[in-house]
């Protein structure tokens, strides 16, 4: 099995001046840590990967600091036999889940952030996952991330987890 936080939109340092300790006590233990974009800046990216290895891609408002981290504009991976697909702006939910299929079809779960609105629909077999954000919840009723269990290529569970009251 593999454990896997999901965090978008962290937007450090105005909204993260330093690790959550709600996100803090979602990471312990997880495997890997997968950020949607709009870090900001990489210390927050630093602070993440002192839990587990990150992969993280671009967003609106990343700079090459974040670039330079090792963040592209977007990511496919493999986790333990689940196809995972990485994208900031997946754009506007009308079309969405065509066009996530067309621009990563052999992916079973796409991960994008953006909008800080939590999202998790499926359709034709790919799954479409935004955690929202776990720092500017903006009009959301809390702050959001993401926890994923994988085994042998299938999710386990994906939830949405508040990180503010």
Request: glycine share 10%; aromatic share 4%; net charge negative.
């Amino acid at each position: 099995m593999l454990r896997v936080a999901i965090v978008s939109d962290t937007h450090g340092p105005r909204f993260w001046k330093a690790m959550p300790p709600a996100v803090a006590e979602q990471l312990d233990g997880v495997d890997l840590i997968l950020h949607a974009g709009d870090v900001c800046v990489p210390s927050v990216l630093d602070d993440l990967a002192a839990y587990a290895p990150v992969h993280v891609v671009l967003g609106n408002n990343d700079g090459p600091d974040v670039a330079a981290w090792g963040a592209p504009e977007t990511l496919q991976l493999e986790l333990d036999g689940l196809q995972v697909a990485m994208i900031h702006d997946s754009g506007q939910k009308q079309g969405r889940a065509a066009r996530m299929r067309r621009q990563f079809p052999e992916a079973d779960l796409v991960v994008f952030g953006h909008s800080h609105i939590p999202w998790d629909t499926q359709e034709g077999g790919q799954r479409l996952f935004n955690p929202g954000s776990p720092t500017d919840k903006r009009r959301q009723p809390r702050g959001t991330m993401g926890q994923l269990v994988i085994d042998a290529g299938r999710i386990l569970s994906l939830d949405l987890v508040p990180t503010t009251a």
